[in-house]
């Protein structure tokens, strides 16, 4: 599978702002910093397609991404950054969950954890949400590059007994500086979600 064609479609904050095409969607939430505007821009061939932010915590809105001119990449807000008010905390958590809840076009949800750290509290709620509403959960340990293959290990299991992961669900590793996953993590996108367009 290639991304030939990505371009930026609309960003909203509530539901009736998300485009009404009925296009499948592939949504994408992490941390913010956990290197998500670069996973986008590295599965999509392209350099800004994302900002890649230097302070964290600054995109506050749901951005849609026409992918190959058939269906959306969702990049959700991210979360868990320390410097927000409580207040800003409790408007994201409504966005996104507003969003998981609302959209039967939704075919998978792409959750992305640092692989150097323990998950967080967040990453725990957002795992559960994703499972709670019954969503299609793709796992993604991002700056992959960053460990040993010993470190790899033993971050599979942290990670693992973290989130308390279900046994079906596996997790992709991830770096977007050597581009290292980047077919699998595709093929796991695509699989079972463009079959009916074809
Ligand atoms: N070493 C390494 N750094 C990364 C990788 N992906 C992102 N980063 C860095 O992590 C920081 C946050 O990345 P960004 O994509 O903006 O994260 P976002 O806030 O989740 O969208 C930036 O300084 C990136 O250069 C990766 O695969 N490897
Ligand atoms: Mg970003």
Redesign the pocket.
């Known amino acids: 599978m290639e991304i030939k064609q990505a371009e930026f479609m609309t960003s909203a904050v509530i539901p009736s702002q998300y485009p009404t095409d009925n296009r499948v969607e592939i949504a994408f939430v ?1 941390r ?8 986008i821009n590295t599965l999509t061939n392209r350099r800004k397609l994302v900002k ?2 230097g302070t ?1 915590g600054k995109t506050r809105l749901i951005n849609f991404f026409l992918i190959n001119k058939e269906l959306y990449f969702v990049d959700l807000p ?1 979360y868990g950054y320390a410097k927000v008010s409580k207040e800003e905390k409790k408007n994201w958590g409504k966005m996104i969950e507003q969003y998981l809840i609302n959209r039967p076009q939704l075919r998978k949800v792409v959750l992305l954890v640092d692989c150097r750290h323990k998950p967080t509290e967040d990453d725990k709620l957002m795992y559960e949400w994703i499972k709670h509403y019954n969503h299609e959960l793709v796992l993604v340990a ?2 992959s ?2 460990l040993t293959k010993n470190e790899l290990v033993k971050s599979n299991k942290i990670i693992r007994e973290t989130l308390n992961l279900d046994k079906e669900d596996k997790i992709f590793y ?4 050597k581009k290292t996953g980047k077919e699998e993590l595709l093929n796991k996108l695509f699989e079972d979600v463009i079959e009916a367009e074809l």
């Open positions: 992490g913010s910093n956990v290197g998500k505007s670069s996973l890649v932010s964290p991210g991002t700056k590059d960053k991830f770096s977007s500086l």
